[in-house]
């Protein structure tokens, strides 16, 4: 396949939006030129995807000739790149408003790309591992048992086919905070509930904040596509560093309203372990 940035040369032109004013004339293709059918053939893209992508306005129409229509380079061109983004996890819609932008001199492709790129990137180094069996009877060693089974349940490892079996982590963090917090006495079926209370309520903030700054997008977050970029770069640090920070100050606020309420949870729960 034709690498990404040689597709970016020659773009060729959408139908102007209505608000928008003429697009200059395209410079005719002199290479070949193809029926669609052709173009399908030539290009592994289903004839019925082509016109999707020109009813989307994704891909420009073709040149009538006669009562014919004639696709040629430009749109090999155009076809390998929309696959190429497609491949980014790009959406039609994403494409064409990028391309549209890009073919009115209001944005640099190579800047919406980077911006995209953005927002592939994780923001964390905590990626899933396998671990073997011996391995991890070592890291186990000397802890309860039943530890491994509640592990499993609470999908902190996935065990894996084979003999002997390996393990999926899908979080290496997350398995050694609970290993840390069951050897401080806080038991796996406690932190694993707690886990899925933090998760519920950040999916919805990390929702939030996200709407939040596309939002403000070209308004005090980014001017363009490149100093966007740069602004969802630095937010990859400092966003976890101010959770952290707001974070503890709430945990330490709840606790300051509620200390007696533990002294009184652990009298209550003594008496009745004691009188069960």
Known sequence: MTPLK???????????????GPLPDREADSGPSYSVDELAARTGVPSRTI???QSEKVL??????????????????????????????????????????????RLSLEDWLGLSDEFRRPWSQDAPALIAHADLEARLAGRRPGLLRELIKA??????????????????????IALQLEAAGVQLH??????????????????????????????????????AAEALDALRPLSAEAMRLIFTREIERALRERRDDLTTSLSRNRRERETS
């Open 6 to 20: 040689a597709t970016l040369k020659d773009l060729p032109n959408t139908a102007p939006a209505a608000d928008d």
């Open 51 to 53: 016109r999707h992508y």
């Open 60 to 105: 420009p129409p073709p040149q009538k000739q006669g009562r014919g229509a004639r696709y040629g380079e430009l749109h090999v061109r155009r076809l390998e790149l929309i696959a190429q983004l497609q491949d980014r996890g790009l959406s039609l819609k994403a494409i064409r408003d990028a391309l549209h932008d890009v073919e009115r001199g």
């Open 155 to 176: 999908n902190l490892l996935q065990e894996q086919l084979g003999e002997p079996p390996t393990y999926l982590v899908p979080s290496p963090g997350l398995l050694e």
């Open 190 to 227: 406690r932190s694993s509930a707690a886990a899925a209370l933090m998760r519920k309520h950040l999916h919805r903030t990390a929702d939030d904040l996200v709407a939040h700054f596309l939002r403000h997008a070209g308004d005090g977050f980014g001017q363009d596509a490149a100093s």
